[in-house]
């Protein structure tokens, strides 16, 4: 088993440009989330999926658009990238209110 | 949502000395509190959790403690070893799914 795997581990934007990164879990699990890690500030919760076919805001949400595709895989989007955004991106899944989340391996951004 | 407050920030101990990090949440509504250990450059991974209708949890050298009335929990590690320096994060889960982290201590065990 892959666990949670997200695509890309790095990634250099320009202000303005946009991009996917992309999550995706082999372990059936129900629930999925991204956080954005910044030195100081912890996990800050950007989106989750509870289920599949919802999405909710976290603390975070502004500049950032969210698709659960189909249970394996949550993407999180970035319509136009600011030096703000620059952090590591981690993805995470699990089964339900009350269970472990696994977590990807995350992805370094930066935006210039 | 809720808000999660994780204390102190840094923490340094002797090697074999034991180390307590400690937690407060907001919403009366959370129900399940994990720990995760954060190595450098690696993926938080989970250590230990508790749920709200228990007040105690051991894992060999490493113990979490819940308060439900006052809104705190905190992680006890004893006979601390230099691999146990790491960052780590509580979190509170709560109704809707809803999944929200401390800010995270980092932990030096001096040999």
């Known amino acids: 088993n892959a666990g949670v795997t997200q695509t890309p581990k790095f990634q250099v934007l320009k202000t303005g440009q946009s991009m996917t990164l992309q999550c995706a879990q082999d372990m059936n699990h129900n629930s999925m989330y991204w956080y954005r890690q910044d030195p100081g500030m912890g996990l800050r919760l950007i989106y989750y999926?509870?289920?599949?076919?919802?999405?909710d805001k976290g603390e975070v949400p502004n500049g950032y658009n969210v698709s659960r595709l189909n249970k394996r895989e949550f993407s999180l989007r970035l319509e136009s990238a600011a030096p703000s955004q620059t952090s590591v991106y981690f993805c995470?899944?699990?089964?339900?209110?009350?269970?472990?989340?696994?977590f990807g391996q995350g992805t370094r951004l930066t935006v210039v | 949502g809720e808000n999660v407050e994780q204390h102190p920030s840094t923490l340094s101990v002797q090697e074999g000395d034991s180390a307590v990090i400690k937690c407060t949440y907001s919403?009366?509504?959370?129900?399940?509190f994990p720990w995760y250990k954060q190595e450098l450059g690696k993926r938080p991974q989970l250590i230990i959790d508790i749920r709200s209708n228990v007040g105690e949890k051991k894992d060999q050298r490493i113990a979490v403690t819940l308060n439900k009335t006052a809104k705190h929990f905190s992680l006890h590690i004893t006979e601390t070893q230099p691999e146990d320096s790491a960052v780590y994060f509580c979190a509170a889960s709560i109704r809707g799914n809803q999944f929200y982290f401390g800010t995270g201590t980092s932990l030096t065990v001096i040999p």
């Open positions: 999926s509870a289920s599949e076919g919802t999405t």
């Open positions: 919403d009366s509504a959370s129900n399940y």
């Open positions: 995470a899944s699990r089964t339900g209110a009350n269970t472990e989340a696994f």
